[in-house]
């Protein structure tokens, strides 16, 4: 499994990597988590707000913090 967390390194975009790696941990999964902070990048996704989570290239969530358990949902689609 491949997640991207998508932004530019802003709290919000910290914030959501430790809360995927906190829900990651809750399941016993193992996934390779990348931060992409190039801008061209990012805007690549089709998303204009940050920070953005990106699971097998397919955006999940982006333009907010989501909470470990609402990352747990989306890991187990």
């Known amino acids: 499994m491949e997640i991207k967390i998508l ?3 802003c709290k919000n975009c910290v914030n959501l990597a430790k809360n995927t790696e906190e829900a990651l ?6 996934a ?3 931060k992409v902070t190039d801008m061209q990048e990012i ?5 204009m707000r940050t920070p953005g989570l990106v ?3 397919k955006v999940v969530s982006y333009g ?5 358990n609402e990352i747990i949902t989306m890991l187990k689609q």
């Open 7 to 9: 932004g530019s390194g």
């Open 25 to 30: 941990k809750t399941l016993g999964m193992k």
């Open 32 to 34: 390779t988590i990348t």
């Open 43 to 47: 805007a690549a996704y089709g998303i």
């Open 55 to 57: 699971i097998d290239e």
């Open 64 to 68: 907010k913090v989501a909470k470990p």
